[in-house]
């Protein structure tokens, strides 16, 4: 069984959909799956707000994989394991020339 720091998940809010993440495998609702690996892939600049950053989505980091769960659920996600190190790192907008998604 993974340890909790090992995984995050994100859920659509209003929603009964979800995307999970554990050890470099995305699990859940099969269009978000889709779309969070598709982020990770081209390794996606992604908005998160809060708090107010960017970042880049990848599928062999916690942070990578949450930004790219973030990006599939269009600015709808909610982050339900919260700890300070999923938010560390994040670019503000004035250090952000590329492509948000």
Same mark, same amino acid.
């Given at each position: ?6 995984? /995050?998940?994100? *859920?659509?809010?209003?929603?009964? @959909?979800?995307?999970? %993440? ?7 609702? =099969?269009?978000? /799956?889709?779309?969070? @690996? @598709?982020?990770?892939? $081209? ?6 707000? =809060?708090?107010?950053? !960017?970042?880049?989505? #990848?599928?062999?980091? @916690?942070?990578?994989?949450? $930004? ?7 600015? *709808? ?6 700890? #300070?190190?999923? %938010? +560390?790192?994040? *670019?503000?907008? #004035?250090? +952000? =020339?590329?492509? /948000? !998604?």
């Amino acid at each position: 069984m993974a340890k909790q720091k090992d995984t /995050v998940t994100v *859920r659509v809010a209003g929603e009964a @959909r979800a995307v999970a %993440w554990s050890g470099g495998v995305f699990a859940g609702d =099969p269009d978000l /799956v889709m779309a969070a @690996r @598709r982020l990770a892939a $081209i390794h996606a600049e992604v908005e998160v707000l =809060p708090p107010d950053g !960017y970042g880049v989505a #990848d599928e062999n980091t @916690r942070q990578g994989a949450m $930004i790219a769960m973030l990006g599939a659920t269009n600015g *709808r996600g909610l982050v339900v394991e919260q700890d #300070d190190e999923l %938010w +560390q790192g994040l *670019r503000d907008e #004035d250090e +952000q =020339p590329g492509t /948000v !998604y």
